[in-house]
């Protein structure tokens, strides 16, 4: 008998995706006729269904598409962000927010799993329970607009970006989660002396007793769903931007101009992908260089990235003199966030 085989998916075909940037940001989101099912996401939500059956847990949380990422209190499900479920408008929210996160598949799935230990939180009510209180602290904190982290404390796990787990006691437990739930995860030995091992044990044991009991809350509720927003693509991105306006010149900024210039000028590299390509190899040499972990550099590096797109920068010089600097200023940026203790980043 010949193997059995999945159907084959087609992506779904839209009129707007010819359109332009500014006749695009004119449209409603719920004219936009976005679904999860046939698009990019849609594989890789049933990716993170199998990462949570080969780990013996029956839930299965249930997702739609919004505007950003987004698991609502008391609902055992979540939102994923419009723009991912189209390349045509990812090219737009690279144009306007100068990235798209969860933009590539493992990043992707780090999200989802995170996104997942909220939704089971949810669905088990399990920050009601007084061990996980005492393990991650009170959930009823009030949750911040932004915080100031410790890049040196090992309390926390490390999984997405900007020390996410120091935000908010729920914060660091999905963050847990999702270390514990990835596949081949070797957390015993990556924690291994570090506070954050009892978060992971108590996880470990907490998935072990809730794993086959059917959830006590089991709403299907899709808030603030695209289907039902009448705002636009522009409005959507005014908000946006306005939220995450830099508010000051900062260090970086004078790090970076030191660096690089503003004149494009022909054969001129942007600055931004010059420090991509230079990023896989000085990940590990800054982190030795500088006596700090291969996280801090991620963050810095991914900072000095986008600020520099913000800022239109552009590779002058000789290329290789531009490495040497562009090394030198990354440790000092490094350098500068330890002696900060961590400036406060916003939610």
């Known amino acids: 008998m010949p193997a059995r085989t999945r159907p084959r998916r087609t992506a779904r075909r839209y009129s707007w ?4 940037d500014e006749e695009l940001l004119d449209l409603r989101f719920c004219d936009l006729g976005l679904t999860l099912a046939g698009s990019p996401l849609e594989r890789c939500v049933e990716r993170l269904y199998a990462e949570l059956g080969r780990r013996g847990i029956a839930f299965r949380p249930h997702c739609w598409l919004g505007e950003e990422w987004f698991s609502p209190d008391g609902v055992p499900g979540f939102a994923l962000p419009f723009f991912l479920a189209h390349p045509r408008l990812r090219r737009l929210e690279r144009r306007m927010t100068h990235e798209v996160e969860g933009g590539n598949r493992n990043w992707l799935m780090r999200i989802l799993r995170h996104e997942a230990g909220h939704a089971i939180d949810n669905a088990y009510r399990l920050r009601r329970r007084r061990q996980w209180r005492e ?5 009823s ?24 787990a ?11 989660f999702a270390v ?8 015993r030995r990556d924690y291994r002396d570090w506070p954050a091992l009892a978060k992971l044990e108590y996880v470990d044991a907490l998935m072990a007793e809730v794993a086959l009991q059917p959830p006590p809350v089991r709403s299907r509720a899709h808030v603030d769903s695209l289907a039902h927003e009448t705002r636009t693509l522009r409005q959507h991105y005014a908000a946006v931007l306005k939220r995450y ?21 022909p054969r001129r590299l942007r600055a931004a992908t010059f420090l991509r390509r230079l990023r896989p190899r000085l990940h590990a040499a800054l982190a030795l260089r500088v006596g700090c972990s ?12 986008r ?14 003199r531009a490495e040497r600097h562009a090394e030198w200023m990354l440790a000092r940026m490094v350098r500068a966030f330890e002696r900060s203790a961590g400036r406060r980043l916003t939610l």
């Open 135 to 139: 393990t991650f602290g009170p959930a």
């Open 294 to 305: 291969e996280y801090l550099v991620h963050q810095v590096m991914r900072a000095a990235i």
């Open 166 to 176: 120091q935000s908010h006691p729920t914060e660091d437990f999905a963050e847990t």
């Open 17 to 20: 995706a010819a359109l332009g």
């Open 180 to 187: 514990w739930l990835k596949p081949a995860s070797r957390w």
């Open 245 to 265: 306006a830099v508010p000051t010149r900062r260090e970086e900024d004078d790090l970076l101009e030191r660096v690089f210039g503003y004149e494009p000028g």
């Open 307 to 320: 600020r520099s797109t913000e800022l239109g920068l552009y590779v002058t010089g000789e290329r290789r």
């Open 141 to 164: 904190l009030k949750y911040p607009v932004s915080y100031r982290p410790r890049p040196g404390s090992r309390r926390y796990v490390q999984h997405l970006g900007s020390w996410y």
